[in-house]
């Protein structure tokens, strides 16, 4: 491939890790000058990070008609950058934003697409993509038979690597685009407040069936809270009405790699193990010593999960100081 | 109001998974198949908005004779009509949205619902590509929706929180877990869905885009270290995750 187009999020006008991750997987496949970061906002922005893990080349698209994100208007403005730049590689973050808008402006480049890339590598100078399927029980390889190529990458799995480099050209890139083409508007955004979202944390506890009721979830919530870490829930817990769907793991719930999962009184079933199991480190609590979770885990303590989870945050604490 | 809901067959989740002959497909021996849990949702909404709206359902998949079965479901359902794009090799996403659009031109609906994902390759991309090929707006991953005459309000999940989206109609809208609870068909609507027509609808055979070299079992399973609820136990575990892992 020649030429790679990046595409830039923000949260809280801070460029998310997602983007930096992209910008390392783009620099592991060809040379700095042929890789271009976009952002597509009306905001200033501070590039430093993006000189930190490596980025060369900005383009910043600002002319907005509307202030709404919308993701008709915003796979135009793509394609437009994409056709000036001649690119032949789209990455996108495999999040809420990237999964709908990389097959949208797929279509406008007349490129083909593939979603949840895992793995990337050249060979050949053929671009070969790996990406689970089947809730992970599968792997499948595979290559996209177009001259233009657009991916989304599954957060966390390409970790972002630091790459200082001194200059960043920048560039502001005008497009046409009207009202009209906002054909959809998001209008609020609204935040899970206070809350550190499953799908955004380092760190996850997640409870089960084993916890019995509600009312012992404070469990989950302490061990959340010593760990740094979110809060989530198995799919048993959720239909139970304790927990709400927000914080559920799995195939009907949200798909995450934390560096570290916790799994309190959660058998494993298939469809949980599809949410996490590519999470860098599984911790697993359990009484049942056959459960499946305990084939997945790095780590696993077999016991009573109301004996252990408070010693487990006693010993954390003592080593947190 | 003119609803078309597009929905697909999987094997069932808990089906263990076996590589096929070809070392790129699952061996479909014993594998169970179903009807992809997200589209259920849509069309148990497309069914209700009917039901307030007044119009018509159609449902629609593209595959071989095998997915007559998932059609009949949706018409024990409710549903007043079932399409089948007959396709009898393999194809991929792009080829599935292009016949979508094909029998879409035709039919021109009002909304296009969609499972958010189907839960074989869980790649979310045919709702997208669908509203592109037709010039749609199009919101994914939707839990809440409300129509009012043209005006579409659509709560969309994201990662912490939610989108609030207002578009129009035409337009399209996968459906997320939470959006109802899809209802179970009456034993007589499924013996009359037996005798119900399925109208067939030529698949446009255009060139694949995605070519799967291989598949493979993911590799075998951590070695993990598994110990018992002793006080030294679990302080070895919390050593462990310092140390090697270098969470804590």
Redesign the interface.
Known sequence: MNKILIYLELNNNIFKRSSLELITAANNLTTKENIFGLIITKNEINDDILKKYGLQNLIIVNNLPLDN?S??AF?KIVNQIARQLNIDLLLFSG???G??????V???LDA?????TIGLEKVNEEL?IS????????????????QIKVLTLRPNIFTAKEDNIENINKEVYNVEISENDF??????????EG???V??AD?IVSGGRGIKGPENYYLIEELAKV?GGAVGASRAVVDAGWRP??EQVG???K?VSP??YVAVGISG???HL?GM?SS????AINKD?EAPI???????????IF??VP??IE??KQ??G | MKILVCISKV?D??T??N?GEDK?S?DSKGVKFILN?YDEFAIEEGLRIKEQKGGEVTVLTVGDESNQDILRTALAMGADNAVLVKASYDFD??QVANNIANYAKKYNPDLILLGRQS???????????L???LD??????V?KLTIDSNKI?AE?????????????LP?IISTQ??INEPRYPKLPDIMKAKKKNIEEFPFENT????????????DK??V??????S?N???E??N???NE?K??
Not at chain 1, 183 to 192: A, D, I, M, Q
Not at chain 1, 280 to 283: Q, R, V
Not at chain 1, 294 to 304: L, S, W
Not at chain 2, 207 to 218: A, D, G, T, W
């Open positions: 994100y993701s008709s796979s999040n809420a934003t999964l709908e808008l990389a097959p949208k797929s279509v406008l083909a697409y593939s979603a949840d070969i990406k689970p399927v089947y809730a992970g029980k599968a792997i499948i390889k595979l290559k996209l038979n177009k054909k959809e508007k998001v209008l609020e955004v609204k935040r899970n809350k550190l979202d799908s955004e760190i760990l769907h927000s195939q009907t719930g798909t560096n570290l079933a298939v469809q599809a199991s860098k480190y599984i911790l010593k305990f084939k997945v885990a790095d780590y696993g303590i077999v016991g009573d004996q252990i010693k487990l010993k954390i080593i947190k | 094997p989740t808990t263990k998974i590589v790129k699952i849990p996403s792009f839960i074989d390759f869980d790649s979310f991309q045919v709702p997208s590509l509203a592109t090929l749609f707006p199009s919101v994914s991953v839990s309000i969309r999940d994201i990662e912490g929180g939610k989108e609030i989206v207002e578009t129009s337009c877990k939470g060139n694949k885009y995605v070519e799967i070299l291989s598949l493979q079992l993911p399973k951590r993990g270290k598994i110990v018992g609820d006080d136990e679990i302080q575990i919390v462990l995750l310092h892992a969470i804590i």
